[in-house]
Structure formats: C-alpha cells, structure tokens
C-alpha cells in the first residue's frame, strides 16, 4: 500500500486500511492506511515531542523548512493534482490551480516572521506584545478542497512554531497521505505527523488534552460538534463552516455576462465551495432573462470525468453527498421550476446535471439550507430593502457577490450584507494577505491574512515600568 500515515517522521501502515473512491467511476480505484486510536495517540505524544526544539527555532530556520517542502511538493506537482482529480473529482486543470495555490500558501506564510512589537513606549512605560506559539495543532479538513484547504493550514501552523496532527476527510485522503510522505523526508520527525480516519478519529482530535488548538473546516453540523468537544480544554478553535451565499444581481448589468459569472460562482468545484454561490438574486425585471441566460448555460456545461479534456464539472465527490444534493432536487422540483437539468446523469459515478430551479419560495430547503452542489435556486426581488432582507435573514453569513455596473451601489449593499466576505463583481478572490471566515453559524476567526496568521499564536503583553527601581 503507497499510501501511509506520517508518525514521528517515519510512514507507517495503519492498524487497518481504507478503501478510496473515484467519484468519476463509483469504483474504488486505491487503498491507504487508516489510523486507530492508539497511532493518533502516537501521533499527538510524537508532536507534543517535537514541539520544543521546533519553537525555538529561528523564524529563518523554519522558513527554510518551509520553502523546501513548496520545492518539493512543486516537483511533483502534476502527480499531486492528478491523484486530486481522482479522488476528488474536479477537472484536472482545477486540481491544478489548487496545487499551485497551496504550494504559493507555502512560500507566502514562510515569509512572515511576527517578531515582538512595542506597543507602547512612554514615560510611564513599554508594552510590548509577544506572538507564542500554542503547542500541537491539531487540523481538520474537507473534502472539496483537500490540498488547498490543508496548506493554508500548515504554512501558517507551523510557521509560527507550532507542531502539527493533520487529519484530512476520508473521502479524499490520498493527497494528504502523499504530502505527508514529502514530508517525511524534509520536516524534523514530529514536526507534521497525518492521520487518516474513517471519521471516527476527528472527535478524539477535538478532545484531546494535548492539542492546544484546532482549525476545522467542515460542515457547520460537524462545527457544532467540534466547539462542543474543544470545550473541556479550553481549545483554541478556527472554525470555517459552512455557507449559503447569496449572489444580488442589480438591474444595470449585462445579462449575458453576468449569468456566466455568476454560473461559474455557483457551480464551481460541483458547487462543492463553501463560498460558492448557493442562491441568485434577480430583479423582477431580468428575472426571466437571467433564468434562461443560467439554464442555457447549464445545459451547454461539460458534465464529465475531471481527468478527461473538456471536462467543466466534474461528479460529486461522494455517494453520501450525491444522494443528498439529489434530495434537494427532488424537493425543488416539486416546490419550483427546473429550468434545466434537475437529474443525475445516466452513467456510473456521481454525475449531477448543473441545475437551475426557478419560482421557488424563500423557505424552500433548497434557498434555505446549504445544498453543496451543482444545483442552485434563482429568486426574484422587487426593491434593494426586499432583497438585502432576504439575504440577511440566514443563520449563515460565509460570503456572498453583488454584481452591477455601478460600483457604488455595489459598495452601498455590500456595506450592509451579514457575512464575512463580500465580493462585488468578482468572487473567489483569496489572496494570502486577505483573511476568510464567516459570521453568524458559519464560524468564526479567520484563515489567511495576518489575523488568520495569528491565530496559530497566543497574545502575550510584557508590560514595564520604566523606573527599575519598583
Ligand atoms: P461531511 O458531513 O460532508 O462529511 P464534515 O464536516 O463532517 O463533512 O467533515 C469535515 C471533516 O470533519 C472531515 O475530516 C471529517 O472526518 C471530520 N469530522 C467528522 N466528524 C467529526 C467530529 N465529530 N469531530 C471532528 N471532526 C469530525
């Protein structure tokens, strides 16, 4: 079996295997280890371990460390999004934007040091503030972006000194047990240790007493979970859960475009993003253009096996999630219109036709809840009050677009929308510089950026008099 878990800095086989399936065919096409409880145990003592010598490293040091693990995952870069797409699903070329995005995670957060600052340097005084690093962190991720969402974890874990267990979802385990084999060669042993489950391990890691924090993404449901286990320690907790984005289309824009924007928000990665447009907003006035404009462009859609050339969606990432969202279209279908596709494709693996339902009521489960795939809902609005209400009134507040020509008004709605990032005529846009993380249910603290940085530290103030003679 090539496919290990990653402890104390040697690859060893689980106490039993696992097996992973290509969502393009339904059939298992790899075996890799899985992990009891006693190898997560090993895991957590091989970091706590660690964890001394790698925090007393310089911010040079590490950063060494760092850049050679970007090298070297960069010299295998087609391998890893080809085994991406396989145990994914997303088309190839996607799988390789996401490699190149979290090898460029790597190199962004191994760049920055957090030295101490003085905040405050009077005649009474100096404050200064020190960034600690908290001890083992322990990460947990998704399915729907396996490599990208579990760098932007690492880089700025162990940038700033911490020791880390990774966990990622069973579904898509491979690239993370690859990584970990890079690792392997390049990190101090128990500097990154991977465990992979049958999602039986996840609480465990929550619980644990010797993992100082944990960064979670997942579903809300599971998030709910997760802060309620992290309670009896105290854990540090980041949680990006889950979201139901509104995109708010004004009734200045040019249709055509627009749609496909907003098509390409909604569908992307099988629509399988937390950040993905999951419910379009229409005035009344285009409603029915904007409703054929997104069915024409469903039905045009490429629906095929992501290694295959061509391929604009790939399938669902798995059966559970495939039976769920054609629950959701089952539903609409019987609560609204289907404008365009509305089944599976005939054909073995977890194939969605993209569809657009339209005439469907605000409490309707498919506007309501998250859907996480390729079928989305288009409502009509009246007034910008009558929409941004709407909008609003969700327990989620991940993201979410506004589209239009007049970039003021964008700016006015955006102002008043209850989420934590609002795109206006773009979405997806990530830098590294520029955190992410929701309001409301779905989560809280921040990924990326400096503030997402900082939450792999503990604030420490030092705070002096300026007389030595107390
Ligand atoms: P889904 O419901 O689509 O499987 P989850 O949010 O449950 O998505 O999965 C995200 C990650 O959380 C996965 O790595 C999964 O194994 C993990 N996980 C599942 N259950 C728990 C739990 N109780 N505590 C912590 N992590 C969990």
């Known amino acids: 079996m090539p496919y290990h878990l990653l402890i104390d800095g040697k690859l060893v086989d689980g106490a039993s295997s696992l097996d992973v399936i290509n969502p393009a065919t339904g059939q298992v096409f790899e075996t890799c280890a899985r992990a009891s409880e006693k190898q997560l145990e090993e895991a957590v003592v091989a970091a706590k371990r660690a964890f001394p010598a790698w925090a007393a490293l310089s911010h040079p040091q590490r950063r060494t460390y760092l850049l050679k693990l970007a090298e070297a995952i960069e010299a295998r870069h087609s391998e890893f999004a080809t085994l991406l797409t396989r ?40 404050v200064l503030e020190q960034r600690t690093p908290l001890g083992v962190v322990g990460a947990i991720t998704p399915w729907n972006f396996p490599v990208a969402l579990l760098l932007i974890k690492i880089a700025p874990g162990l940038i700033t000194g911490n020791t880390m267990v990774v966990k990622p979802a069973p579904t898509t385990p491979l690239t993370t047990a690859l990584l970990g084999e890079i690792a392997c060669d390049i990190l101090p042993p128990g500097v990154l240790n991977v465990i992979i489950d049958a999602n039986d391990l996840g609480g465990k890691i929550t619980a644990h007493p010797d993992i100082a924090k944990v960064t979670f993404t997942g579903s809300s449901a599971t998030g709910k979970h997760v802060m309620a286990s992290a309670a009896d320690t105290v854990k540090r907790l980041t949680l990006e859960l889950g979201g139901n984005d509104a995109a708010i289309i004004l009734d200045d824009v040019d249709i055509k475009d627009v749609a496909h924007k907003v098509f390409t928000a909604g569908m ?42 061509g391929t604009e969606i790939g399938p669902v990432q798995n059966k559970q999630q495939y039976e769920k969202v054609l629950g959701f279209i089952k539903t609409a279908r019987e609560q609204g219109t289907v404008v365009a596709g509305g089944e599976a494709l005939p054909q073995d693996g977890y194939f969605i036709k993209p569809t657009i339902i339209r005439d469907i009521a605000d409490d309707a489960p498919l506007v309501r809840e998250e859907q996480f795939g390729p079928v989305i809902p288009v409502l009509a609005y009246d007034t910008i009050e009558d929409v941004i209400e709407r909008v609003n009134n969700s327990d989620f507040g991940l993201g979410g677009t506004i589209w239009t020509k007049n970039v003021d008004r964008g700016l006015d709605i955006a102002l008043r929308i209850q989420s934590g990032t609002v795109w206006v ?46």
């Open 87 to 126: 145990e994914q699903g997303k088309p190839l070329p996607h799988a390789a934007g996401e490699v190149s995005y979290a090898i460029g995670a790597l190199r962004h957060f191994a760049d920055i040091d957090l030295p101490v600052q003085t905040r405050r340097d009077t005649a009474d005084g100096r």
């Open 268 to 309: 992307l990665n099988s629509g399988q993003i937390c950040l993905a447009a999951k419910r379009i907003y229409a005035p009344r006035a285009i409603y029915d253009e904007i409703c054929d404009e997104l069915g024409q462009l469903a039905q045009q859609a490429v629906v095929n096996d992501g290694l295959l050339d």
């Open 425 to 470: 005529n773009k979405h997806l846009d990530i830098p590294y510089d520029t955190p992410y993380g929701g309001a409301k249910q779905s989560g809280f603290g921040c990924e990326s950026g400096i503030e997402g940085l900082k939450e792999f530290t503990q604030l420490k103030i030092i705070n002096i008099a300026t007389n030595a003679t107390a």
